[in-house]
């Protein structure tokens, strides 16, 4: 394939996988190229896709929606909150959410979306970039470098508000990572754009054994869950530090830990039978079946769970869950 193919490529892969679709990506960029006479009218538009925010209606959404994570949960709310309630921040709201798959890492950036976003995750000012599937060519690095600048700085000079999540971050080039370091440091301006009110949200797998282990100490020594906090045997600083020596962690190699400016590391706990119950009985709500309890037990009871002699998380925690339903209907 020749360079002018790649180059292509990489224009076409975003297209697919990123929220903002084809057409919005050069929408964004056109937004943000000095047409003052276009720029007035694009703003005017993207506004109406900005809900009032209420920090209650955040509340209420993620205890009625997302199980089994009151260390999420509560950050989420007070960081989100206090984030969208101060009119002058200085610095953009960064957040990284660790855990097992199938817990709630990217479903919660759907609450977060919908809570600001008329359109919520669907909004194109929401960009979703999977790393394990865009950024493949690692002998395109410097264009990926150079396009994704350009996208945030794109779409943050036409829309301050805009939402960047980074999936599979850990499967990310190092450098690539550097490439939005810029962007999430202290009170910064390019080119006399501010980043100080976007939010960008980095989510991996990484860390996860840290934060079995710990739930599943407290289980072993009969403690609540719940009793788990940030500070329980230092997570929160663990789990930065353990990125920071993984050799394998996409973050490990890249400055962003470095010039400390991820503001929480947020640790998603593996999930227990009672939360996949939950989960199948809000799948039956969505498929608009009536709520049969003994159904959703059955479901449950029906994943793989583990270690396997106490057998008490999920492997793939709520995942799969609606064709366990179907299988079971
Ligand atoms: N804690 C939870 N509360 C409610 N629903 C959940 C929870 N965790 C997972 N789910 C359900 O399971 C689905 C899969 O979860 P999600 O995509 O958030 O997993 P993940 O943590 O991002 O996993 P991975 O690391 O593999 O990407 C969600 O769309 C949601 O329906
Ligand atoms: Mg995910």
Avoid at 216 to 226: N, P, S, T
Avoid at 256 to 285: G, N, T, W
Wanted: aromatic fraction near 12%.
């Amino acid at each position: 394939m020749n360079s002018g193919n790649l180059f292509l490529l990489f224009f076409l892969l975003p297209c697919v996988t990123v929220e903002a679709g084809f057409f919005d990506f050069f929408e964004s960029l056109f937004c943000s190229c000095h047409f003052d006479g276009f720029k007035d009218i694009t703003i005017i538009s993207e506004k109406d896709d900005l809900r009032h925010f209420d920090s209650k209606e955040l509340k209420k959404d993620l205890r009625k929606f997302l199980y089994g994570q009151h260390i999420a949960k509560k950050t989420i709310q007070n960081v989100v909150s206090s984030f969208m309630e101060d009119s002058n921040p200085n610095k953009p709201l960064v957040l990284s959410f660790h855990g097992p798959p199938g817990v709630g890492k990217s479903y919660v950036t759907n609450i977060i979306a919908r809570n600001i976003y008329k359109n919520g995750k669907k909004s194109k000012h929401v960009h979703t970039f999977k790393a394990d599937y865009l950024f493949q060519h690692k002998e395109m690095t410097r264009t990926y470098q150079t396009q994704l600048r350009e996208w945030i700085h794109g779409n943050v000079s036409c829309f301050p508000r805009s939402m960047f999540i980074f999936d599979k971050v850990d499967q990310m080039n190092p450098e690539l990572i550097d490439a939005i370091t810029p962007f999430l440091e202290y009170n910064h301006q390019l080119d006399g754009v501010s980043f100080n009110n976007a939010i960008f949200i980095f989510i991996s797998n990484s860390e996860k054994d840290a934060i079995i282990n710990l739930t599943l100490d407290f289980w072993k020594e009969g403690r609540d869950r719940e009793e788990i906090q940030m500070t329980s045997s230092g997570l929160e600083t663990q789990i930065s530090q353990n990125i920071y020596n993984d050799k394998n962690d996409g973050f490990q190699h890249s400055s962003l830990l470095d010039h400390h400016l991820i503001d929480y590391f947020i640790p998603f706990l593996p999930l227990e039978l009672k939360h996949v119950r939950q989960c199948v009985l809000s799948e039956m709500a969505h498929l608009k079946m009536n709520a049969d309890k003994d159904l959703a037990d059955k479901v449950a009871r029906d994943m793989p769970f583990f270690p396997p002699e106490e057998k008490i998380f999920a492997v793939k925690g709520c995942k799969s869950v609606r064709q366990k339903l179907y299988a079971n209907d």
